[in-house]
């Protein structure tokens, strides 16, 4: 079964300043989706970015951008010139075949102005 | 464009009463899911769906019954609800496309006295 850990239950941030939010996962699949989900404090969940594993290149999105480290099943997320509207919950997310999703823990993260 | 609706948004029920979560769609997914969202845990799969008349269970079936009549609706049901019920439950659609977005309701928490 595939796990999904992320170690850092908290972190904090500057206004406008940069963050990185950590995730590592387990999977005995060669192929699989990974994602971030934010879920600010209204409860919505809000797709952040994707990335497949077989794709080399690093997924970004605007200010988010990922360092995906296949070999040593890690998925990090970047958030550049970080915002007040930045602040929320955020999950590392990973689907194997099929769309079942396997969540981490989460990660609260505070944007200080 | 309403997307994912779940009802109701809270919901208070005593040790041993039945009651149904509802969830609608209008985005025309094949494939639909319930997750719970208890603190420290993230998100969990409890049943899903790849289509109407087709149901399996998730990783925390136990407690919970679900139907597919429609592509368009997926209830979830508590037939006698426990203290260890009380979470927060989120249903999500996507297309049965490997790696698509799924999209969530905005959650109904619920409390079990």
């Known amino acids: 079964a595939q796990t999904v850990t992320q170690s850092q239950p908290e972190m904090s941030v500057q206004e406008a300043e940069t963050v990185t939010l950590s995730c590592t996962y387990d999977?005995?699949?060669?192929?699989?989706?990974l994602f971030w989900y934010k879920q600010p404090p209204s409860r919505q969940m809000i797709l952040v970015i994707r990335?497949?594993?077989?794709?080399?290149q690093n997924a970004t999105e605007n200010r988010f951008s990922v360092n995906f480290q296949k070999a040593a099943k890690s998925f990090s997320l970047k958030i550049s010139d970080s915002q007040l509207g930045d602040a929320a919950m955020y999950f590392c997310?990973?689907?194997?075949?099929?769309?079942?999703?396997?969540f981490g823990a989460g990660t609260i993260l505070r944007v200080k102005s | 464009n309403a997307g994912v609706t779940q009802t109701p948004k809270f919901q208070v029920l005593k040790t041993g009463q039945s009651m149904t979560l509802q969830c609608a769609q209008d985005?025309?997914?094949?494939?639909m899911s319930w997750y719970r969202q208890d603190p420290g845990m993230g998100l969990r799969l409890i049943h899903y769906?790849?289509?109407?008349?087709?149901?399996d269970q998730g990783e925390v079936p136990n407690g919970y019954n679900v139907s597919r009549s429609t592509t368009e609706d997926f209830p979830l049901r508590l037939l006698s609800a426990a203290p260890s019920q009380t979470s927060v439950y989120f249903c999500?659609?996507?297309?049965?496309?490997?790696?698509?977005?799924?999209?969530f309701g905005q959650g109904t928490r619920l409390t079990v006295v």
């Open positions: 985005m025309n997914h094949e494939y």
């Open positions: 999500a659609s996507s297309l049965n496309i490997w790696g698509t977005e799924a999209f």
């Open positions: 990335q497949e594993a077989y794709k080399q």
């Open positions: 999977t005995s699949e060669s192929d699989y989706y």
């Open positions: 769906s790849v289509g109407a008349g087709i149901t």
């Open positions: 997310v990973s689907m194997e075949y099929g769309n079942k999703l396997v």
